[in-house]
């Protein structure tokens, strides 16, 4: 059974405090490991898509990382506005549904 | 352009009612997919649209739930006899073609079964 395990479940950070969160999966044949970032009330808001193994992505103050079993999203000097929910999620082999893990919900205090 | 659109934002209702959920994908996009969010936990997928192709409705709970798609556009989540446990927020997401490309999310339904 395809399985996608975030950690921490919350981490809280001070303006400026650089930290790492972490995605590990458990799917045959990856097809791609997806983050998004959720705001509360909001739908997830699609970050970056990972394919293969060495793959890093940039955006901002974000930076997302790929291994064979997980991947890093890293938060360098982050600011009050990065505090928000944000998912991993992994498809299953058919294509057809993506599964998400719990999520890590970020604070970010000034 | 415009982003996947939602309706209604919130919906309220009594236990035993149904209740119509609409989502308007992604114009062009061919493949379509329902996810549920219970407070407090992580998405669950409910169901997939592809193009023509019949609905993968693998993830749905129960017989009190189903959904529509008309070709490639609209789609509406209808849940019968509506339960308390049924209360979530309901979130819709489109693709450009099946689910290894990108899915884009609405801003989802809150649904309040009271």
């Known amino acids: 059974e395809d399985q996608v395990t975030q950690s921490p479940e919350a981490l809280r950070l001070q303006e400026g405090e650089s930290s790492s969160l972490n995605c590990s999966y458990t799917?045959?044949?990856?097809?791609?490991l997806f983050w998004y970032r959720q705001d509360p009330g909001k739908g997830p808001e699609f970050l970056f898509t990972?394919?293969?193994a060495g793959e890093e992505k940039e955006k901002e103050r974000l930076k997302a990382t790929l291994t064979k079993k997980e991947s890093f999203l890293h938060i360098t000097a982050p600011k009050p506005e990065d505090s928000a929910t944000y998912l991993c999620?992994?498809?299953?082999?058919?294509?057809?549904?993506?599964?998400f893990g719990g999520g890590t919900r970020l604070m970010v205090k000034p | 352009g415009a982003g996947v659109s939602q309706s209604p934002s919130n919906k309220v209702t009594e236990k035993g009612k149904d209740v119509e959920l609409r989502c308007d994908p992604i114009s062009g996009h061919t493949a379509l997919y329902w996810y549920r969010q219970r407070l407090g936990q992580g998405l669950e997928f409910l169901i997939y649209?592809?193009?023509?192709?019949?609905?993968?409705k693998s993830g749905l709970p129960s017989d009190r739930f189903s959904a529509e798609r008309t070709g490639e556009s609209v789609s509406t989540l209808t849940i019968q006899r509506t339960q308390q446990e049924d209360s979530a927020v309901y979130l819709c997401?489109?693709?450009?073609?099946?689910?290894?490309?990108?899915?884009?999310f609405g801003p989802g339904t809150r649904l309040t079964v009271l």
């Open positions: 799917v045959s044949g990856l097809r791609g």
């Open positions: 649209f592809q193009g023509n192709s019949a609905p993968d």
């Open positions: 997401a489109s693709s450009l073609g099946p689910a290894f490309d990108t899915q884009y």
């Open positions: 990972l394919y293969s």
């Open positions: 999620a992994a498809p299953n082999n058919a294509g057809n549904m993506l599964t």
